[in-house]
């Protein structure tokens, strides 16, 4: 595919998709939609870590409201059933790590890009805000299942009703967000933690998402079960058995990602 709306690139294992319509503080029409799920699924195959973020002062405003038509007459459920389900599923099956590297605002369908993604990272002038009932509507691009699982009932509630700004470091508080960086440090920050991420070992990152992800649907004993599979698993990777030796050698282990 090729891509209008973002800009795209792979380094020393790394997928970078940076979402590029500044103008409208990249606010998701149905191109861009499309293009960041093939990127993300491109990058889940080709690179070791894909990165999320935006370009100019946003991470993403969410709904292009303004797209050449009336919003009133957009067909809301088929968009998020045909353009917002494969983009958000692409990320969460994605089978290596995904970092959000929120620079500025993430609004609406914009934050819940963002949370969607395994490890987020924000700037710390960065603000969140889950602002559909400003006009009407209820938190959807999977917020009302991520919101409630990252910081509990009673404040994705919240956050829903009032609609109001989270900041960085209150998402941070929250547990919301990994960490809140600098603004003079993000960039370098987040670099440093997608390098690591792509030179770790990628065969059990998959698995840690596989076990993390499906607990909410399990009984402890359930749980220990997936837990003892999928240990299995990595106990017959390459990057496994580097790593013991990294470790009796006192050295840093050398993966492979596989």
């Known amino acids: 595919m090729h891509y209008e709306t973002i800009a795209f690139d792979i380094t020393g294992g790394v997928a970078t998709i940076r979402l590029n319509r500044p103008d409208v ?43 050449g038509g009336n919003a009133a007459m957009l067909d809301i459920e088929r968009t998020l059933r045909d353009e917002y389900v494969p983009m958000l599923m692409a990320i ?6 995904t970092i959000a590297a929120v620079n500025g605002a993430a609004a609406g369908a914009g934050a819940n890009l963002a949370l969607a993604a395994d490890v987020v990272i924000a700037t710390e002038s960065a603000v969140f805000t889950q602002a559909f009932t400003r006009i009407g509507l209820i938190p959807d691009a999977g917020g009302t299942w991520l919101l ?17 700004k989270i900041t960085a470091g209150k998402a941070e508080r929250w547990g919301m967000i990994w960490e809140m960086l600098p603004d003079a440090e993000f960039e370098a920050g987040w670099r440093a933690r997608a390098e690591q991420l792509a030179t770790g070992p990628t065969a059990a ?18 749980q220990l079960a997936v837990e003892a599979r999928l240990q299995g698993e990595c106990g017959k990777t390459r990057d496994f058995k580097e790593g013991v030796v990294a470790f009796l050698e006192k050295r840093p282990a050398r993966y492979e990602g596989r």
């Open 205 to 222: 990152y998959a698995r840690v998402k596989e076990a993390m992800r499906s607990s909410f649907a399990n009984t402890l004993e359930e």
């Open 25 to 67: 503080m990249n606010a998701l029409n149905t191109q861009m939609r499309a293009e960041i799920a093939d990127a993300v699924t491109r990058g889940g195959r080709e690179a070791r870590v894909v990165v999320l973020t935006g370009e100019g002062r946003a991470f993403c405003s969410g709904q292009d409201l303004g797209g």
């Open 92 to 97: 969460a099956e994605c089978p290596v790590p």
């Open 148 to 164: 409630p699982r990252q910081v509990g009932m009673a404040k994705a509630m919240g956050a829903a009703l009032f609609a109001e």
